[in-house]
């Protein structure tokens, strides 16, 4: 494996009066022997060096991390330790940030711990926190605050869990889109979402840990973004899934807290990113909630009655995004719902009139069912706010395909990423219309690419070429400048969509009920 970080080992001839050469020469000078030239000394490394070269008679292992120019020492310990390798991989998501500790002798993954993103006290979408960012400059300091406080807990976490020292690794592979990018340093983020959709930075490429406060001794990378949309947790995806070798083209969506979409082959890639995800995880309703114990995960009607599953298999507090996706799908099936999402209050008893908001509501647990003993439900213009974000997401891949100039049944595979896609059932998800009718067995949920492809840069350097070929050759759409981007949506606003010939599949399933 050609990683980011090596470790050499010297034993040295100490320093004499009449071979009075530094300590710093004396290791440079046997690194480039080892055929390690352009290499950096930062000064809190020179600051080790002595007396510890000397207590140890310069039998020394040398950590190094090569940069885009140079190798920079990242550490010099006494004996030696190439045994003891590690370095850190993390997806920086805007909901959850997850790290994972591997081995660098081997690529074995050590230990992995997540967080929820200490942002979301500041709001749980993006466009929320940028706003909060933009009211004062000391807003700005608590994003990064509340950022670098994840990442340190993170750290705590996996060194208690693995009995090895997380902060002393050399270095970390971290992918995040690019507004959580602007978080991390510092920058002002308002340059993403505005026009003319210039970031402060695409790709800051190198930083140390201790600059911007965290508790890391190492070096951090960041995946560059290919643009303000598509950021450098979809490079990562797409490093993952290699779309830009294959002949036939493929679809890439990862949907969370934003949906991003890439379509391509080894020829061309297209991109687009909307804000197609807060809802499809669950994040509208009195009670929606993400996934997590006692959530509504799973729905069943068979006519007017209904079962429910949740997490932990604890009574329900509320419902995350696959129990809505089941809960609408298996409502239109079953005749709850109509073309246009409307509760049909005579289908069950479990529609509810609600006196103070004016509208009916599907109550998926009542007040015997639930952990609150108060029914929980999914109301009218909760459904409505539903639809209204499946519809951009499946408007965003309708455009998409249109833009590349081909059909949802040209695309040879469908790969689906985020949490929300990892849980959801897929079948209920085309039901309602979020995806294309496609044959299922061209669909397959993937974990979490973003992490997977900061792994695989860790323990493979060389495929910083393939990070420098996605970002330098992924055209990105911005779905503002279609023209027709609304009036789309518009269509599919239905469940699943006013051509019902886009959905043959679904057609023939309610012409049975």
């Known amino acids: 494996m050609q990683t980011f970080s090596e470790k050499i080992y010297l034993t040295l001839t100490p320093p004499s009066e009449d071979d009075p050469v530094s300590d710093h020469e004396r290791i440079r000078q046997a690194l480039v022997e080892r055929g ?11 600051q080790t060096l002595y007396p510890l070269c000397r207590d140890c008679g310069f039998a020394i292992t040398v950590t190094l991390v090569i940069r885009a120019h140079d190798w920079v020492v990242t550490a010099v310990e006494p004996g030696d330790t190439r045994g003891t390798h590690y370095g850190l991989a993390v997806d920086y ?15 074995d993954v050590i230990a992995q711990e997540r967080e929820v993103n200490g942002q979301v006290i500041y709001g749980t979408d993006i ?16 994003l990064q605050k509340a950022t670098i406080q994840t990442f340190n807990q993170l750290l705590s976490k996996l060194s208690a869990q693995s009995g090895i020292n997380a902060t002393s690794c050399p270095i970390m592979i971290l992918s995040g889109n690019t507004t959580m990018i602007h978080f991390l340093m510092k920058l002002n983020a308002w340059s993403v979402f505005a026009s003319p959709y210039a970031p402060v930075t695409a790709d800051p490429g190198w930083l140390w840990g201790s600059e911007i406060g965290m508790k890391f001794d190492g070096v951090i990378y960041v995946i560059p973004a290919a643009s303000n949309y598509v ?11 290699d779309i830009h070798r294959q002949e036939e083209p493929r679809m890439f969506f990862d ?21 197609a995800g807060p809802a499809l995880e669950g994040y509208i309703s009195r009670f929606g909630m993400r996934a997590a114990d006692g959530a509504v995960d799973t729905v069943k009607i068979d006519g007017p009655q209904l079962t429910f ?15 809505i996706i089941d809960l609408l799908a298996q409502m239109r099936l079953n005749g709850w719902i109509n073309i246009a999402g409307k509760l049909e209050p005579d289908a069950s008893e479990r529609i509810i009139f609600l006196p103070d908001e004016q509208e009916y509501a599907a109550v998926y647990a009542t007040a015997d069912e639930s952990a609150t003993g108060t029914p929980l439900y999914f109301s009218q213009t909760d459904i409505d706010q539903y639809l209204d974000t499946k519809a ?6 309708d455009c998409l395909l249109e833009t590349a100039g081909i059909s949802a049944q040209d695309l ?37 690419t973003s992490l997977d492809g900061a792994r695989s840069l860790l323990l493979d350097r060389m495929r910083l070429q393939d990070v420098h070929y996605l970002v330098n050759h992924v055209y990105c759409v911005q779905f503002a400048s279609i023209p027709d981007f609304l009036i789309r949506m518009q269509a599919a606003k239905f469940i699943p969509h006013t051509d019902m010939e886009r959905y043959p599949s679904v057609a023939r399933k309610l012409s049975l009920h």
């Open 36 to 46: 390690y030239e352009q290499v950096t000394f930062p000064l809190h490394i020179l």
């Open 93 to 107: 998501g805007s909901t959850t940030v997850v790290m994972e500790l591997v081995d660098l002798t081997n690529g």
């Open 127 to 142: 466009l929320t926190r940028i706003t909060y960012a933009l009211e004062s400059p000391s807003h700005v300091d608590d």
């Open 231 to 241: 950021g450098g947790d979809i490079v990562s995806g797409l490093l993952t899934l």
């Open 255 to 275: 949907i969370g807290t934003n949906g991003e979409l890439v379509i391509g082959n080894k020829d061309w890639l297209i991109a687009g990113a909307g804000a």
């Open 309 to 323: 599953t949740t997490i932990g298999k604890r009574p329900p507090v509320g419902i995350c995004g696959s129990g």
């Open 392 to 397: 951009a997401a499946y408007t965003m891949v």
């Open 412 to 448: 040879a595979h469908c790969y689906l990423s985020g949490a929300f896609c990892s849980h959801s059932d897929l079948e209920s998800a085309i039901t309602i219309g979020i995806f294309p009718d496609l044959p299922r067995e061209k669909y397959t949920a993937i974990g979490n």
